[in-house]
C-alpha cells in the first residue's frame, strides 16, 4: 500500500471558477487562503455556491479553471491514483470508459454500493484526516441539541483545518474568519465582529437572523 504524504491542511483556491452544466457558473475567480488548522466558515444566501466551493476540496468535481492546493500543491493525478490503488478501485476505474474522467452519475448512481464506498475510502487516504468539512451541522436541530453539537465541535476542530457552511450564524460565529460568498463570488470576509459592523450581505443576514 502506498504511503501518501502528511497533510497540514492549508488549503488555496487559485482563481476558481465552476459550472454543473456549460454556460452557468456557479463559482466565479474564487481567490481564498485557507491556513492549517484554523476554522473558517461559509456563509451567503441559498445558491450563493457555499456547499459547491465546499465540494471542490475532496475533489467530489474538479474546476473548470483554476485549481484547489493542499500545502501549496496542487493534487498531481500520480497520488490520486495512489490513492484509488490503495483503495482497491483503481482497476475498476481505469476499466471505465473515460477512465477517471468518467462521468459516473448524480451520488455515483452508476456504481455499486461497495464501489462508493472505496472510493470514499480513497478520498480518505488521498485527503487524510487533518481536514474537516461540515455541512449544516446544527441545521434542524433545537436550541440544546445545537448548543451540545457546538461544544462538541471545539474539541472536533482542534488541531484540524475546519470547514463549516451555516445557515445559523450563532453557528459559526467562533470561526477564526467568515468568507461570505454571493452569486458565487466572494463578497466578504473577515471576523464576525468586523463584519457585523459593515453595511454589507453579513451584516444583514445577522440583522435577519436576529430579528431585526
Do not use: C
Amino acid at each position: 500500500m502506498p504511503v501518501l504524504p502528511q497533510v497540514r491542511g492549508e488549503i488555496g483556491f487559485h482563481e476558481v471558477s465552476f459550472a454543473y452544466h456549460e454556460g452557468q457558473p456557479v463559482l466565479h475567480h474564487i481567490d481564498l487562503h485557507i491556513p492549517a488548522q484554523t476554522t473558517i466558515a461559509l456563509v451567503g444566501r441559498s445558491g450563493s455556491g457555499k456547499s459547491t466551493l465546499a465540494k471542490l476540496i475532496p475533489r467530489f468535481y474538479d474546476p473548470q479553471e483554476g485549481y484547489v492546493s493542499f500545502d501549496g500543491h496542487d493534487i498531481p493525478m500520480r497520488d490520486v491514483q495512489d490513492a484509488t490503488r490503495a483503495a482497491y478501485i483503481h482497476d475498476f476505474i481505469a476499466s471505465l470508459p473515460d477512465g477517471y474522467e468518467t462521468l459516473v452519475g448524480e451520488q455515483g448512481a452508476q456504481m455499486s454500493e461497495g464501489q462508493k464506498q472505496r472510493v470514499a475510502l480513497a478520498r480518505v487516504l488521498l485527503m487524510d484526516t487533518p481536514i474537516l468539512i461540515l455541512d449544516e451541522p446544527t441545521a434542524a436541530l433545537d436550541m440544546e441539541s445545537e448548543y451540545h453539537i457546538q461544544e462538541a465541535l471545539k474539541t472536533v476542530r482542534q488541531g484540524r483545518t475546519t470547514l463549516i457552511i451555516a445557515h445559523r450564524l450563532s453557528t459559526i460565529q467562533t470561526a477564526d474568519e467568515i468568507v461570505v460568498l454571493d452569486e458565487g463570488q466572494i463578497a466578504e470576509q473577515g471576523t464576525h465582529e468586523w463584519l457585523a459592523m459593515q453595511d454589507g450581505v453579513y451584516a444583514h443576514l445577522n440583522k435577519k437572523t436576529a430579528g431585526i
